[in-house]
C-alpha cells in the first residue's frame, strides 16, 4: 500500500537496521537448534516472515507465516497464531488481494482483542486504514489510524508511532490537507532522529517530497526523495524504492525532462515487480504509458499499458471492489448488531437493577431492625475491647522502651567490641612514635654532655653545632608526641558513648590512620598474616563535616571486614594469592567519595542485600556481633546524609563506596 506497510508485525520490540533484524533471526535460529522448543520455532518463522521478506520476497514470507500459523494450532500457542494470522493479512493485500487482506483483519481483531495482544491490535487497525486508504475512503482510514494511534502511545513503542504517525501523514496529503500532512510529519520525522530509528527516517523524508511536489517545488522534491533513496530505509525495501523512484519520475515529468522521467520510471517498475505489489507495479507503469504516449512511441506505450490494466484489474476488479463493499457493509452491519444487543443488555440490566433496589430495600429494613437488637451487645463487647486494647497498649509500650534500652546497650556493646580490635593495632602504633621519643630524648641527654665539654673547652663553633643538633631532635621529639597524642585522641573519640559535633576533617589523614590500625589490630591477633595496603589520596580533598569518632568507626568496621575477607581467602588459597586492600578518595559532583576495596572472598548475590540488616553475620559464632555494618549503614545514611553502595564478586573482590556530601 502507499503508506508505512510495514508497521512492525509485532514482537513489541523496535527493528534497528537490516544487521540488527538479522541479528535477531539468528539469534532465534541458535536458540531452536538449542532447546528444539516448537514456539521458539513459530517466533522463528513469524520473525523471518516479518524482518526478512516483508519487503523483499512475498511469496516466501506468505510460506513461513502459514508454517508458524499451522504450528501454532497444533501446540495450541494463541499468541504465535494471531502474530500469523497478521502476518498473512498483511501479505495477503501486498499481494493485491484486497477483499482477502480485509476479511482476514475483520476475522483477526476479535481473537486478538480477546487475548489482549495489543500490538496484534494495533496492526489489524493499521491495516484496515491502509486498505481503505487505497480505497480512497479516507475518513475511515484516518478513523482507524487514530484508533491504533491512541494505542501506539500506551505501548510506549516509538517505531509503531512513527509509522502511524507517517500513515496519518499521507492520509491527510491524498486529500491536499498540506498543514496537517507537514504537523503529523514532521512529528514521525522528529521522533525518528530522537530515538534513532533510522530504518524507517525515509519514509518521513519522502513526504516531505511529497509536500514540495504539490506546492509545485519539483526541484525541492526531487532532493528528497533521492535523500529517501540514500537512506537506511531504502537498503532490501524495494516498496520504499519503487515508491521514491515514482515520485521523482513525476517530478521530472511535470519539470519535461522527458529522459529523467522515463529512467526514473523504469527503476520504479523493476522495485515494483520485486515487491511483487501490483499497486506498485500499476502506478510505475501508468506513468511510462503517459510519458511514451507524449513522445509518440505508441509500442512502448502500450506494452505498458498491458501490463498497468493487469495489475488494476487485480487490485479494483469489479468483483474484488464488491466483496469489499460486502465486506464492509457486512462489518457495519455486525456493529449495528452488537450496539442493538448492547442495548438490549442494558435495558435488561436496568430492570434487574430496578428489581434488585427493592429487594435491597426490604433487606435494609429487616438489616436495620435485627442491628438494633444487637446494637446493645455490641457496645458492650465493643467497650472490653477497647479495655483490652488499652492494656495492650500500656504492654507495647512498655515493651518499645525496653527495646530501645537494649538497642542502645547493643551498640555501645558493638562500639567496645571495635574497640577491643582497635586497642592492638593502637599499641602497635603508638609504640612507633613512643619510642622516637625515647631515642631522641636519650641522644639529646648525650649532646647536652658533649656541649657542656665543648663550652669548658671554648670550643663554641663546635657548641653551635651540638645546638642545631639538639634543636632538630627536639623538633623530631615534638613531631612524635604529638602523632602519638592524635592516636590516644583517636582512641578516646572511637570510646565515647555520645555522637559528638561535626567538624571540618581530613578524610585522607582519618582513612590512613584507621587503615594502619585496623591492619596491625589483626596483625596482633595473627602473626602469620601479611598484606599490601594501597592508597589512592585525592590531595586537593576539601575537608568534610563530620562526626570524627563516628567517622572513624565507619572506616575501622570497613577496613576490619577488608582485612578479615582476605585473611580468610589466604587461609585457603594457594601461595600465589597476595592479599591486598586498596583505599581510595575522590571529590566529585559536591561529593567526597571514599572506596574500600579487597580481593577477598567477595559475598554471595543471594546475602547481598541482607549485609547491612542488624545481627547479620557471615562470621562463625564468636566472631562478629552482626552490627558492624548495620551501625556503619545508620552512621553514613542518617547521621550524615550520605550514601553506601556495595560492589562484589563472589569469590573475587568486594568494594564499598561512601559518598558524602559536602
Known sequence: MKKLLVLLILSGSCVGTAMAQKNNVDSLQRAYNKNKQDTTLVQLLTEKARRVYLTTNTDSGMICSQQGLTLSKKIHYKKGEVRSLALIANFVGLRGDLPGSMQ???ALLPMAIEINDTNVIIQCYNNLALLYSTLKDYKKSLNYEFRALELAKKTKISELQLAIYNNIARNYLDINRLDSALYFNQIAYNQALKTGIDKNIGYPIRNFGIIQFKKGNYPGAIVYYKKSLQSKSAVGNHYLSSEDYRRAAEAFNSMKEIDSCVQYAKKAFEEAKLAHNPELVMKATSILTDVFQSIGNFKEAYNYEQIMTKAKDSLFSQQKTMQVQNLSFAEEQRKRELEAAQIAYQNKVRMYSLAAVLSAFVLIASILLFANQ???KANTLLQQRNEQIENQHKALEKTLAELKTTQTQLIQSEKMASLGELTAGIAHEIQNPLNFVNNFSEVNAELIDEMQQEIAKGNFDEVKAIADDIKDNQQKISQHGKRADFIVKGMLQHSRTGTGEKQPTNINILADEFLKLSYHGL???DKNFNAELVTHFDPDIPKVNVVQQDMGRVLLNLFNNALYATNQKAKTSGADYKPEVSVS?????????IKVKDNGSGIPDNIKDKI??????TKPTGEGT???????????????GGKIDVDTKEGGYTEFTVSLPL
Open 104 to 106: 482476514k483483519t475483520f
Open 374 to 376: 444487637k446494637r446493645k
Open 523 to 525: 596483625r596482633a591477633k
Open 585 to 593: 578518595t575522590i571529590a566529585e559532583n559536591s561529593q567526597v567519595i
Open 612 to 617: 547491612m540488616q542488624p545481627f547479620f553475620t
Open 626 to 640: 552482626g552490627l558492624g555494618l548495620s551501625l556503619t549503614y545508620d552512621m553514613v545514611v542518617k547521621g550524615h
